[in-house]
């Protein structure tokens, strides 16, 4: 069975106590905290249950965040842990590109009131119309370049500005700034 880290994995429950499971992956023993297995990583049950905790033998889906830990042991979480974690490496990279201003690809999801949903790696982000070109509207569905401009983590919110209107305002603001730096060069003299 080939793994990969980084992926979803299937396990074997091997044994369970009320704190956590020893899984067998196929590859070597691993643990896991049994709050983390939850009914939605329960793949198969060996006894045919319809719902309840894992059980030994059940096969459950896992994340395999490390094959080898400096320990030597494997290291796998549940889905929500995995889910979480993405979403933090996710949240961290947009609040980088805010700073330096690196734009990021999004999907143009849909339109609501005021402006556009826009799926940037799993977040949902706000396209206001202010911020949105003219043809925005046609694009529903089709990747794009944004710029973040402003981010709210207690409201995890995101919002955006379309770099093709973005570059339109930049080329007539230096046109603007030029004029006013010739101007205030001859008043220097």
């Not at 979480?77 to 996710?90: C, I």
């Not at 999907?107 to 949902?124: D, F, H, P, Q, T």
Request: a positive charge.
């Amino acid at each position: 069975m080939k793994i990969s880290q980084g992926h979803m994995i299937k396990a074997k429950v091997a044994k369970i106590d009320k704190k956590k499971a020893i899984l067998d992956t196929g590859v070597k023993f691993t643990t896991i905290g049994t709050h983390e297995l939850t009914e939605d990583a329960i793949l198969e049950r060996k006894d045919g249950a319809a719902s309840g905790p894992a059980r030994v033998g059940d096969t459950v889906q896992v994340f395999l965040e490390n094959i080898e830990t400096p320990e030597g042991e494997m290291l796998v979480t549940g889905q929500e842990s995995a889910v979480k974690r993405r979403t933090q490496a996710v949240w961290a990279e947009l609040l980088e590109r805010l700073k330096d201003g690196r734009p990021v690809k999004g999907r143009l999801l849909n339109s609501l009131a005021g402006g556009y949903s826009v799926g940037v790696a799993g977040i949902v982000c706000f396209l206001p119309n202010r911020n949105a070109s003219k043809y925005t509207a046609s694009r529903i569905g089709e990747l794009s370049e944004y710029r973040v401009i402003q981010m709210n983590a207690s409201r995890s919110n995101v919002v955006l500005e379309d770099c093709r209107l973005q570059s339109k305002h930049r080329k007539s603001s230096q046109g603007t700034k030029s004029k006013r730096q010739s101007r205030g060069e001859l008043l220097r003299y």
